[in-house]
Each structure stands twice: as structure tokens, then as C-alpha cells.
T-cell receptor, first 112, second 112 residues
Framework: DAGITQSPRHKVTETGTPVTLRCHQTENHRYMYWYRQDPGHGLRLIHYSYGVKDTDKGEVSDGYSVSRSKTEDFLLTLESATSSQTSVYFC???????????FGEGSWLTVV | GEDVEQSLFLSVREGDSSVINCTYTDSSSTYLYWYKQEPGAGLQLLTYIFSNMDMKQDQRLTVLLNKKDKHLSLRIADTQTGDSAIYFCAEEDTGGGNKLTFGTGTQLKVEL
């Protein structure tokens, strides 16, 4: 298994509360990603990072922010959770184009 | 934008071959991937193909790429019950950064 740890793995939160998901890697890979998985949509990219403090938006970035202060950690924050953000969130890591992309085990988030 | 399409379900008998199909729209994609997801788990990279190849074989897996029709397929020979899972095809974003656009996933059910 690639050295990716996501936390928490499961969380139930109330609408309007802030939530932070953490992705930790031990592989020293340059690129890190956050995807969300929803039925009928496959996985969609939320944000990604190409280095410490270097991040960019993906396809579905509205309502999410990210931070990467260290190579090994990539945080995804929902400032004010909504029910539409109920989803499974996957972190991924890569060394860049042409290299294998490894996925974490996922974080199940339910917003009630 | 990029769009990747897959059929939602496939049912086969144990021992038969399975063929999972995928169409994509970005003709300049350099890498195309197949991932497997078992229930409650993350995504496992099965195989990938570079765009200058027509075919790639890896044990029971055969990937065929038709660039003219933008069609990708995954053939699993001698399908086993352990192959039951969701299979995602994905194309790499030509904008760099190893970002992926996923299909909706095909649920493969293997019956005895």
C-alpha cells in the first residue's frame, strides 16, 4: 500500500459547521489531490497541490479550501458544511505526469 | 471539457471473459488508466496504457485502445468472484499535474 493516511475515516457533522479532512503521506511525492466520489459521477477533482503552499482548483472546488504547509500533509476544509457535501473523499498522491497515482482509503463524510 | 463515459453494470458468469468499455473525449490524453474499487475501499490501479500503444496485456488483463474512436476497453480473462467490484477508467488531463478525469464506473458482478 502507498503510504497515505486519511483522517478521519468517518464523520457525521451538522450543516453549517466547519470540517477539516487530513491527508498524510510518507512517500515524499510532489503532487497531492482531493477527489470526491458520488454515485453517477465517478470521482471528481476538488483541489490539488503541486508543492508546499502551491495549490490550484479542480472541477468542483466551490465550498472547499485546501492548505499544504508541509510536503506530507494536505488539508481539505469545508468552511460551512452543506448536505450537498455529503460524499466520500479520496486523497491521492503522485510524482507527476506519467507516474502512478496512488489513492488513500477514503473519508466518509455525512452532513445532516 | 473532458468527459469519460462507461456503462453502469456488467454481469458475467465465473470463468467467462469480461469486457468493460469506456469512451473519452480528449484525444490528446497521453495516459489512460483502469482502476478497481472494492466495497468500502479506495481505488487500486489495475493497469494503464500510453496513448501511442494499441494494446497492453498484463496477466489476465488486456487493455485495447482505439484512438480514432476514442474508445478504451478492459478485458478480464477467466473472471473470478474476486473480480466483482467497480471499475473506473480515467484519462489524464493534458494540462499537466497528473490530474485525472474519471468515468462514472462500471459495476461488475460475477455470478457462479
Amino acid at each position: 500500500d502507498a503510504g497515505i493516511t486519511q483522517s478521519p475515516r468517518h464523520k457525521v457533522t451538522e450543516t453549517g459547521t466547519p470540517v477539516t479532512l487530513r491527508c498524510h503521506q510518507t512517500e515524499n511525492h510532489r503532487y497531492m489531490y482531493w477527489y470526491r466520489q458520488d454515485p453517477g459521477h465517478g470521482l471528481r477533482l476538488i483541489h490539488y497541490s503541486y508543492g508546499v503552499k502551491d495549490t490550484d482548483k479542480g472541477e468542483v472546488s466551490d465550498g472547499y479550501s485546501v492548505s499544504r504547509s508541509k510536503t506530507e500533509d494536505f488539508l481539505l476544509t469545508l468552511e460551512s458544511a452543506t448536505s450537498s457535501q455529503t460524499s466520500v473523499y479520496f486523497c491521492a498522491i503522485s510524482e507527476g505526469t506519467g507516474n502512478t497515482i496512488y489513492f488513500g482509503e477514503g473519508s466518509w463524510l455525512t452532513v445532516v | 471539457g473532458e468527459d469519460v463515459e462507461q456503462s453502469l453494470f456488467l454481469s458475467v458468469r465465473e470463468g467467462d471473459s469480461s469486457v468493460i468499455n469506456c469512451t473519452y473525449t480528449d484525444s490528446s490524453s497521453t495516459y489512460l488508466y483502469w482502476y478497481k474499487q472494492e466495497p468500502g475501499a479506495g481505488l487500486q490501479l489495475l493497469t494503464y496504457i500510453f496513448s501511442n500503444m494499441d494494446m497492453k496485456q498484463d496477466q489476465r488483463l488486456t487493455v485495447l485502445l482505439n484512438k480514432k474512436d476514442k474508445h478504451l476497453s478492459l478485458r478480464i480473462a477467466d473472471t473470478q468472484t474476486g473480480d466483482s467490484a467497480i471499475y473506473f477508467c480515467a484519462e489524464e488531463d493534458t494540462g499537466g499535474g497528473n490530474k485525472l478525469t474519471f468515468g462514472t464506473g462500471t459495476q461488475l458482478k460475477v455470478e457462479l
